[in-house]
Nanobody, 127 residues
């Protein structure tokens, strides 16, 4: 059964750094475009970053350029989200998502583009 499992969240202080991981199983990972979304308390889920199946293309939400870095290791079947200089407003549940893209090296920014989601990992930033 295909699944995505996120890890790496936790309680951190403002200014800290964090690396989230999402490991896939049961999928042809190197054919999957991947993305991270997050949902802050009381808010709708929003796009954070996306990466193509090769890792050669990435895209970020404008407000996250510079502090967030998405990367992947196709051998380890894992996508990462590095977050630096964490802010209180980075608090939320972070979800990874996958979309099969055989023959394409595109990135996708919208929730509806993805066919599988992880359960999410909580990131809480304190002052």
């Amino acid at each position: 059964q295909a699944q995505l499992v996120e890890s790496g969240g936790g309680l951190v202080q403002a200014g800290d750094s964090l690396r989230l991981s999402c490991t896939a199983s049961g999928r042809t990972f190197d054919s999957d475009a991947m993305a991270w979304f997050r949902q802050a308390p009381g808010m709708e889920r929003e796009f954070v970053a996306a990466i193509s199946r090769s890792g050669g293309r990435t895209n970020y939400r404008n407000s996250m350029v510079g502090r967030f870095t998405i990367s992947r290791d196709n051998i380890k079947r894992t996508v990462y989200l590095q977050i630096n200089s964490l802010r209180l407003e980075d608090t939320g549940v972070y979800y990874c998502a996958a979309r099969g893209t055989p023959g394409s090296d595109s990135v996708y920014l919208f929730e509806r583009s993805y066919d599988q989601w992880g359960q999410g990992t909580q990131v809480t930033v304190s002052s």
